[in-house]
């Protein structure tokens, strides 16, 4: 049982150029997220999705895209990548919404761009 | 807005002794939960302590305890015999259930000294 598991942990991008990280789950869960982690500053909320299908927009969605076509797959894209965009970014998957549900982080993937 | 604040950027701790990390919160929900996480070098994040606000009595799981203070919206991590392996990033987190997402504070990093 893997968990929440994460590809590549680490990339370089020059500006302009485009990638898509992926994000899969063992877990059977129905929910995930995607978060952006900066210096000095907690996760914020960039994607999630609530089932097989869907996406929905979180806190910083500006300049990403994401897809769910496969329940155990979460894909963050970046189109055209920007500076500000260096950060680290955590997957996280959960059975379902709620406080109770526990949500369970990927090991992270450093993105540097330049 | 629902915001969490975390004071103390910084925080040192003698291995076997008790330390107390501080979060506060804003909100105006009734129905929320409340969350640690404990980021080690690893960058995993992993689950410490839940809290549902409805829950008069704090919460407990083993060396960690909270103090929770609905009325003054506050949230603090108590970390008893402090061991070496609880040298990490801490981050108090929120979830209310309309809300969809867990909203961070910025961390608060511990150091455990021998």
């Known amino acids: 049982n893997a968990g929440v598991t994460q590809t590549p942990k680490f990339r370089v991008l020059k500006t302009g150029q485009s990638m898509t990280l992926l994000c899969a789950q063992d877990?059977?869960?129905?929910?995930m997220y995607w978060y952006r982690q900066d210096p000095g500053m907690g996760l914020r909320l960039i994607h999630y999705?609530?089932?097989?299908?869907?996406?929905a927009k979180g806190e910083v969605p500006d300049g990403y895209n994401v897809s769910r076509l496969k329940k155990q797959n979460f894909l963050l894209g970046l189109e055209s990548a920007a500076p500000s965009q260096t950060s680290v970014y955590f997957c996280?998957?959960?059975?379902?919404?709620?406080?109770?549900?526990?949500?369970?982080f990927g090991p992270g993937t450093r993105l540097t761009v330049l | 807005a629902q915001t969490v604040t975390q004071s103390q950027p910084e925080m040192s701790v003698q291995e076997a002794e008790t330390v107390t990390l501080s979060c506060t919160y804003d909100t105006s929900e009734s129905d929320y939960y409340l969350f640690w996480y404990k980021q080690p070098p690893s960058r995993q994040m992993i689950l410490v302590i839940r809290?549902?606000?409805?829950?008069?009595q704090n919460a407990t799981e083993n060396r960690f305890s909270v103090n929770f203070q609905k009325a003054a919206k506050s949230f603090s991590l108590k970390i008893s015999d402090s061991q070496l392996g609880d040298a990490a990033m801490y981050f108090c987190?929120?979830?209310?259930?309309?809300?969809?997402?867990?909203?961070f504070g910025g961390g608060t990093r511990l150091m455990v000294k021998p």
């Open positions: 809290q549902e606000a409805y829950k008069q």
């Open positions: 999705s609530v089932g097989e299908g869907t996406t």
């Open positions: 987190a929120y979830w209310y259930n309309a809300g969809n997402m867990l909203t």
């Open positions: 996280a998957s959960s059975w379902a919404a709620g406080g109770y549900n526990e949500q369970f």
């Open positions: 877990m059977n869960h129905e929910y």
